[in-house]
């Protein structure tokens, strides 16, 4: 049945994108952030999904007749440029058949990824993404935290099988990248209905991340918190949410959960972080003896290359780290690019803020960069620990930055210029409209 419902939904929803190449993106997204076809046990499991809605997307860009303009972001030809070297890492790769079959996946999120740009222009097109990215990643943390506070925490919370998140701890790094586009979509929802609903969420997701059992999960969320803290509107909110998951983690989860947290104080008794010290050596070595194109896609992983720097290692280990993954892999050009795009999405974030500081009109732009300045400030912090360098989410991100940004300063611009045509007005000192602030809750008269 659940075969039937996903194939008529998809199926629906996949030829709209021929007339209009933005809901094919969308649906892509659907399938990439969420892998619906993992949740069904049929025939729905066996098709290309992907690879149809994408072909459906990029034909109607050919025939899309709304002019689509390129907007020169510093994102964009970062992006070209890392899947170009994407090319020139896998054709010297020492696993060509691994590294061409990750090459295949991952040019696939950068394609997507500049798509982003080219097609999510406007406000509408923007929010209709985020909601996206949320609600797929989001239906993960529900049944997540609702197993934790039905079964006691007593098993882990993983996400769906054959998924970049099906491991618990890259679950648990997705979910906390989801949590500040959770509460974006609080400040910005007009009812006091869905606010609340937003609320049960975003808590619900904090405790599938504790459910975990995930270390760096935990980093994360804790980064997460304190920057909400610091840097949100009603505070009273986060610190009422992280109470209620501090009081879960200390008086819900069971003695297995708080030994493995307590590591953290001394990482060097946990034999796990032992070993993944080992694979960040073997990540640095092999980037020491190919510095320029690293070992491609996949290599530390072959047993052959690992042991030819641990011989006596119990067994090949990833670099559980987004840098030394991406340095191990592609050098350190690659990881020089890598850092290039993260800088990208947070300096465009900075730069609409600044726009729009003072903007009543554009404060969803406002609140949406420094929630996406908090996702990608987490990712940084706990991906340190996490092999998760080529995660959609974030390349997507990153693109909204400067989707947002090309948006913040087009009607800028054009707001500007009607302004301008307009004539000239004489006004009284200290008559005319007051400008709304950010975070001044009486002057937006909103919440």
């Known amino acids: 049945m659940r075969d039937l419902v996903l194939m008529l939904t998809y199926f629906c929803l996949a030829p709209i994108g021929l007339f209009l190449p933005y809901v094919g993106l969308l649906v892509w997204g659907w399938i990439s952030f969420m892998s619906p076809h993992r949740q069904v046990f049929g025939f729905g499991t066996l098709l290309p999904l992907n690879m149809i809605v994408a072909g459906i997307t990029l034909l109607g860009l050919i025939l899309y007749k709304e002019r689509v303009r390129l907007y020169s972001d510093r994102t964009l030809w970062l992006m070209l ?176 959960w708080e030994t493995r947290m307590q590591t953290i104080r001394d990482p060097m008794s946990d034999e796990s972080f032992r070993a993944r010290i080992e694979a960040w050596g073997v990540a640095v070595q092999i980037a020491m003896d190919r510095p320029l194109v690293g070992a491609g896609f996949q290599a530390q992983q072959t047993a052959e290359v690992y042991y030819r720097y641990v011989p006596n290692a119990e067994k090949p280990r990833a670099a559980h780290s987004v840098y030394l993954q991406v340095l191990g892999e592609h050098g350190i050009v690659g990881l020089l690019l890598f850092l290039g795009i993260l800088a990208a999405g947070i300096t465009n974030a900075r730069r609409i803020q600044t726009l729009t500081r003072r903007r009543a009109d554009l404060v969803w732009a406002y609140d949406l960069a420094g929630m996406v300045q908090v996702s990608l400030v987490a990712f940084a912090v706990a991906g340190a620990a996490l092999s998760m360098a080529y995660y959609d989410v974030v390349y997507v991100m990153v693109a909204l930055m400067a989707a947002t940004r090309k948006a913040v300063e087009r009607q800028i611009s054009g707001v500007t210029l009607a302004m301008a045509s307009q004539p000239a007005r004489f006004e009284l000192p200290g008559t005319g409209p007051k400008p709304a602030v950010p975070g001044n809750v009486s002057e937006l008269g909103r919440r």
């Not at 999120?109 to 999510?120: D, G």
Request: hydrophobic content about 55%.
């Open 81 to 256: 440029a890392f899947g170009l070297w994407f090319l020139l890492t896998t054709l010297f790769a020492l696993n060509g058949s691994a590294a061409w079959t990750y090459f295949d996946r991952h040019i696939k999120t950068l394609i997507f990824a500049i798509l982003v740009l080219f097609l999510i222009d406007r406000r509408t097109r923007i929010h209709a993404f985020i909601l996206l990215i949320v609600s797929c990643l989001a239906y993960y943390g529900i049944k997540g935290g609702g197993f934790v506070l039905l079964t006691g925490g007593t098993d882990r919370v993983w996400g769906p099988p054959q998924t970049e998140i099906a491991d618990n701890n890259h679950l648990a790094l997705a979910l906390v990248l989801t949590l500040p586009l959770i509460n974006y979509l609080r400040l910005n929802s007009r009812y006091l209905f869905l606010r609340l609903g937003l609320i049960a969420v975003f808590t619900l997701n904090s405790v599938a991340v504790i459910g975990s059992y995930s270390r760096g999960g935990l980093v994360g969320l804790a980064v997460v918190f304190f920057a909400l803290f610091v840097k949100g509107r009603y505070k009273i909110v986060t610190v009422f949410v992280a109470t209620l998951v501090v009081a879960v983690g200390v008086n819900f989860m069971p003695a297995e």
